[in-house]
């Protein structure tokens, strides 16, 4: 198996009169295809740990590895580069853009890295999208959706750069069961079958037992990890 993410001693603590630890000590190693789930109690430090794997924010203390190379000394713009084009995200609220279509919310982050020609974007994007059974929504706008659909736009925005890891937190959280169970499933298919590395913060237990690994973080630290 190939390492495609690694923490070693990451501790994030935010500075202050009282700093505030969010992230103790935490190692960690995930591999190539690997659908790891990040579960915890509220305010354990789930989501800080998310950020930091995502790159979105930067420890303290410790490092991490994406894809063999180390992040620690990166400035944002050298962050900004490397998360548009190894990383997707997807969160509890979608963040689609309104005033765009769907199709064209896709084709954003193709556009930004500008790797392919628009009309290649435009393929991409409605290929992602059909194969997430969003076919006949290309061209309405986010809000025409529900919110099941608006979370697989999501899911096919992350997917838009062909991601080594797609990172979401609470993906599910603001979706009704028959609609968590399908943006589940549509995530373990992506991980399984296309051999991408999936790392989810979840409440849902049925979210985790589809995935591979849990690991439970308990006051900023990995308390199991199995
Ligand atoms: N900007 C901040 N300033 C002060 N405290 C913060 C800040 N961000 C997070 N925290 C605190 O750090 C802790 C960890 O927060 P985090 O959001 O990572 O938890 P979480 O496990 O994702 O919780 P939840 O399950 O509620 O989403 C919490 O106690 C939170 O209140
Ligand atoms: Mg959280």
Redesign the pocket.
Known sequence: MSEVLRAEHVTRV?PGEVP?T?VRDVSLTINRGEFVNIQ??????????LYLLGLLDVPSEGRIWLDGVDTSGFVEDQLAEVRLAKLGFVFQFHFLLGEFTVLDNVMLPMAKLGRLEPEAQRERAAGLLKELGLGEQLHKRPDQLSGGQRQRVAIARAMANEPLIILA??PTGNLDTASSRNVQQILSEVAHTRNKTIVA?T?DPEFARAGDRIIR?VD?RIESDG
Do not use: F, Q, T
């Open positions: 935010l505030v969010l915890g109690p509220s305010g354990s430090g789930k989501s800080s740990l937190d609470e913060v409440h973080i900023g």
